[in-house]
């Protein structure tokens, strides 16, 4: 029985990636950065909150795809207080991340 072979720009469901977020909108409410930080570290991914302002949080976010695609769906759900119209992400090549992480506190 032939087994699938994952095309080489597949991502290994099991493998750990890096991703930058851009979170797009209404999400300047001083909470947003906080609860960001809580749902990743529910998710058990690092990374860190890079800049946040009234249109724009950027972060990135080191973990397992799918867990990548939780934190995604979390933020475009995101608290009351924002709404968040787009997130653009993007792979990115890091050294090492420790536990989330905000420095736009």
């Known amino acids: 029985m032939d087994h699938p072979v994952m095309p080489d720009h597949a991502a290994d469901p099991r493998t750990e990636q890096s991703q ?5 909108g209404d999400v300047g409410a001083p909470i947003f950065a906080a609860w960001i930080a809580r749902h990743a570290r529910r ?4 990374g860190a909150i890079l800049s946040h302002d009234a249109g724009r ?3 990135v976010v080191t973990g397992l795809p799918d867990l990548l695609d939780a934190m995604a769906l979390g933020c475009s ?3 009351q207080e924002v709404w968040v119209e787009r997130i653009d992400r993007a792979d990115v090549v890091l050294q090492s991340l420790n ?3 905000s420095i736009a506190d």
């Open 43 to 46: 998710l058990g991914l690092r």
């Open 57 to 59: 949080v950027e972060l």
């Open 99 to 101: 536990e989330f992480a």
């Open 20 to 24: 930058s977020f851009a979170v797009l």
């Open 77 to 79: 759900l995101g608290p």
